[in-house]
């Protein structure tokens, strides 16, 4: 059986999405001016060598861009995580695998109040007792309990699964990010 465990500190992970933001803008303005020296180094070399190296360049900057827009796309998973999490609160904590017993446990607490109430409906009310009107608040009271606790089934059952679903549209954009491998720049000059 897998554990699934929801742990998300808001302030902690806009953060990271604050320094990821830095980290690719910083590794965009590099990237754009160390392959623009590279490209200007080949206007000034003119041999054979110097195609060749445009060419590695051109691979090596396809590369780059790859790498960047992996980059980019582990951003965008955080920002879904933020943005799907941000209306629960600023601290989310939630073992996906305690949900039936959750709901198992309301559904217990539910059918000992309708037991109760079923026990109220079952005094002899054929003669006057003094104390008929105190027994009669206090089934309203039950009743009203028994009803907040389907309110809350039904809140408690929303919840997990806004958060399952969120788990799946997550779980399902990481699946789609490739993996990315970067090669060493090696270039020999030829003889």
Do not use: P
């Amino acid at each position: 059986m897998v554990v699934i465990i929801i742990d998300v500190d808001m302030g902690e992970l806009s953060n990271n999405i604050m320094g990821l933001t830095a980290l690719i803008d910083e590794y965009e303005n590099i990237k754009l001016n160390l392959f623009n020296q590279l490209k200007d180094s080949c206007i000034n070399w003119q041999d054979g060598n110097s195609v060749k190296f445009d060419n590695e360049i051109y691979l090596e900057k396809q590369e780059s861009d790859l790498f960047l827009q992996a980059l980019k796309s582990k951003k965008e998973i955080f920002e879904l995580v933020y943005t799907k999490y941000h209306e629960f609160g600023n601290k989310i904590k939630c073992n996906l695998n305690n949900k039936n017993s959750l709901l198992g446990q309301i559904d217990d607490c539910y059918n000992k109040a309708s037991n109760i109430i079923n026990s109220f409906n079952y005094i002899d009310r054929s003669f006057y007792y003094s104390e008929i009107y105190s027994i009669s608040l206090q089934k309203d009271v039950i009743v009203g309990v028994r009803n907040k606790l389907s309110t809350i089934k039904t809140q408690v059952v929303n919840l997990f699964n806004k958060i399952e679903n969120i788990e799946k549209e997550v779980k399902n954009k990481i699946n789609a990010l490739e993996a990315i491998k970067i090669n060493d720049f090696d270039f020999y000059l030829g003889e």
